[in-house]
């Protein structure tokens, strides 16, 4: 059974959520940054670059730090997943509270940098169907 947040309860777990998303946003731009490092290095090694087992190492070892990075990110989004929220943007901090609207399912919806949980959008709309809560909803 999925958890429905109230907008309540939703803004209720920010505190700990802005924690988990701000972790997950920074681990994940570090992800990124040593995937294209492995890239450059393991392309320098294709050509043929005359190494002496240097760029091989280097490579193993960027390798094992985006192991470990994508574990980490793995780690803060079933932290989110344990209270019931899903990621939708990792780069971007976007996560969704399931709720219910006039007894349908839809999301809550809040981004990294957002004061509050502000936004709602149906299930099947994401980001770009995002609308306002209504001012007495939200207050």
Do not use: N
């Not at 803004?11 to 570090?30: A, F, K, N, Y």
């Not at 990294?112 to 994401?126: M, T």
Request: with cysteine.
């Amino acid at each position: 059974m999925v958890k429905r947040f109230t907008v309540e309860q939703a803004t209720s777990t920010l505190p700990l959520v802005r924690r988990i998303v701000e972790d997950l946003v920074v681990t994940v731009g570090r992800w990124q940054e040593r995937i294209r490092e492995y890239e450059l290095a393991a392309a320098s090694i294709g050509v043929g670059a005359v190494t002496s087992g240097v760029g091989d190492a280097r490579a193993a070892e960027l390798e094992r730090a985006v192991s470990q990075l994508a574990r980490e990110v793995d780690g803060f989004v079933g932290e989110l997943g344990s209270l019931g929220i899903e990621v939708k943007d990792y780069a971007a901090g976007l996560v969704d509270f399931p709720s219910e609207r006039d007894g349908r399912p839809v999301y809550l919806c809040w981004r990294l940098g957002e004061p509050a949980v502000q936004f709602w959008h149906e299930v099947d709309a994401g980001f770009s169907g995002r609308r306002p809560l209504d001012p007495l909803i939200a207050a």
